[in-house]
């Protein structure tokens, strides 16, 4: 037997479910604002990872990008596992330039299938999360 019951209040949601009559608590805790957010980005070394900081950087796509060498990557590829060393870039912006910021590191990428990843920032330094806003386009 499965039924459940749900409940909001301003902090969380969650949902009491019974799966053969044992409760089940699942919570989501709401986010207040996912308007700026960290993108990781690994690149075939500090080079290109300079090359891909600067541009950003330049057409203000990016606050912040940190360079993070020799970073050391395991991963599935063509069939198998294999590994690099790799610069990882660590970029701070706005979510509303996620997209422009794929295609550009795209554009100026050297791997096929580059790893651009995105997370949201659910908090912090309010006067950090302004300069983002003050140092990025829109």
Known sequence: MFYSLQSKTPFKKFRLIFIDNNPLILYTFQMKDTSYIVIF???????????????????K??????????VHSLFWWQGKIDSSNEALLMVKTKSALL??????????????????????IVGGSQKYLSWIS???KG
């Open 41 to 59: 980005i690994a690149t075939s070394n500090r080079k290109e990872a300079e090359k891909i900081a600067n541009a950003l950087l330049a057409e």
């Open 61 to 70: 796509l990016a606050a912040c990008v940190n360079i993070l060498d020799g």
């Open 99 to 120: 997209q422009d910021i794929i295609h550009r590191v795209k554009e100026l990428h050297s791997y096929d299938v580059p790893e651009i990843i995105a997370l949201p």
């Open 134 to 136: 003050e140092s990025v």
